[in-house]
């Protein structure tokens, strides 16, 4: 259907070029007033592609991809924000803990490893449909989740909200950080993934069968190129054990 309206459109539109072009040619009998009026026409459905290309690929090369503004040693675990009330957030692997708050009780909590799946403390594996946790109970380790107060939680922040930096309204694009890391003692960015995000012109999302207004749009890096726990790696490296 959507290509249908699209061809409908492209024929309409070439025919209404064709018939002003001519119009105004027949007109004035100038072949740079006819030129002019083409070269508008041509404009009226691509300016922001014309414009918005070479600024997209510009801030691709000059701003984009991963910022390490400063990295921290010896790193436990830290808070990755707010989260449903789930059965189990496992820690990354290196780290001994995770922090979160749950958005329906609004409490801090802390899931950590401990050695001793016999724990009374331990959460059951079973109902968490998690196969890497289900595994390292197997072998002897398991969570203990423990609410713990907002003053305990860890300084160290992870975001997966992406964050506006800036916005270019005309040709509907922006700077994003898509992830990033924070001391949240005094706010300050460790480390963020920058994006640029662009929806390509109104005729690029028409062209790609997508209807105007959509939210698909053309980023990079891509989201499938960003390795987050690498990412994460580099900026807080895990406490080594001793």
């Not at 331990?122 to 968490?128: A, E, H, K, M």
């Not at 939680?153 to 922006?174: A, C, F, H, N």
């Amino acid at each position: 259907m959507i290509g249908l309206l699209f061809f409908g459109v492209l024929f309409g539109y070439i025919f209404l070029v064709k018939f002003a072009v001519n119009r105004i040619y027949k007109y004035t009998e100038e072949k740079i007033a006819r030129n002019i009026a083409l070269v508008i026409f041509i404009l009226i459905p691509t300016w922001d592609i014309i414009i918005g290309y070479p600024i997209y690929k510009y801030l691709c090369w000059n701003n984009s991809g991963v910022h390490i503004y400063k990295t921290v040693d010896d790193v436990e675990g830290f808070y990755v924000g707010v989260h449903e009330k789930i059965p189990i957030l496992l820690p990354y692997k290196g780290y001994k803990y995770i922090d979160y708050r749950e958005r329906k009780s609004s409490k801090y909590y802390r899931d950590s490893w401990i050695d001793n799946n016999t724990s009374k403390d331990c959460v059951s594996y079973v109902g968490t449909w998690n196969y890497d946790y289900t595994q390292a109970f197997h072998h002897g380790r398991c969570i203990v989740k423990k609410e713990i107060p907002k003053s305990e939680v860890s300084r160290w922040e992870y975001i997966g909200d992406s964050q506006t930096k800036t916005m270019l309204y005309p040709v509907d694009m922006k700077v994003e950080s898509t992830i990033s890391i924070e001391n949240r003692k005094n706010e300050k960015m460790l480390s963020e993934v920058v994006s640029v995000v662009w929806k390509g012109g109104w005729l690029y999302a028409l062209l790609s069968s997508i209807p105007v207004g959509s939210n698909w749009k053309i980023r990079c890096p891509r989201i499938i190129d960003i390795k987050f726990n690498e990412f994460i790696y580099q900026t807080l490296k895990p406490k080594k054990e001793k």
